[in-house]
């Protein structure tokens, strides 16, 4: 009798529970799905989306320009790494269609030629549905020895926007960062720089923007990366501190061909500095 009473009184909170334990299921069990079809493929490069494992780099999707040391180039490998199909399409479907819903009210911004970020729009979110949480978890278990700093980035770039060379602030950002790339294909450029001659201090924008052409080409090496719709990729230590990163313009080339980007939508988990 008390039993029943406390179920009619809680039926939304119960209800709503119920709803959760269902999209997890169903996500956990799509994942299982996922995970077995791209194995029966046999890819090498694609991570079973249920098991945390060795991540193993995709180094087709890597171009090295120019006259690489030995070591740097090792530490590079190491530390700079792609997981393609990271998600599954019903993954990132559902991660989409919480972004548009923060998002969708905010304009992109083209205004300042000074920020290292052109035709974006961004914002940060701690609170995802259950079924995207799994998502996030998942990648906080793969990419981070520590905790996964609680807001996630999410950042919208317009089909011209354009990231430029800059190495994020160590002030607001730890030695990892994870991204997720949702909508479109696109070029990651990553330059050499002297890491003792950026300053990490504190800059409006959160990352810090000090790199131009002159300053990042004076090492005169760098590497492209194909940033594959549905890829994650690991950015740490010396590729995150002693490399600038930023994303191409569509139409540039990756061997030979053109990269038509699109609107991008990037999810960027990072950890503590
Ligand atoms: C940034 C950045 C990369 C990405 O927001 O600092 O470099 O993948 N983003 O969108
Ligand atoms: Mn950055």
Known sequence: MLFNRFLRKNRP??????????????????SIDAASTNSKRGDTDCLPQTTVTQPTPSDDAFVFHNDWPDEIKADFLRDMRLFERFLSVDEEQSLMAEVEQVIQRMRYEYDHWDDAIHGYRETERKNWYPQNRLVLDRVGKFAFDSEVMPYVHILDLARDGIIKPHVDSSRYCGNIIAGLSLLTDCIMRLRRVDEKKYYQGKNANEIQVKANDEATNEFGYYVDVLLQQRSLYIMRDSARYKFTHEVLAPGAEFKGAAIEKDRRVSIICRNDS
């Open 13 to 30: 909170v119960l209800d709503s529970l119920k709803i959760c334990i269902r999209l997890s299921y169903r996500n956990m069990s799509k």
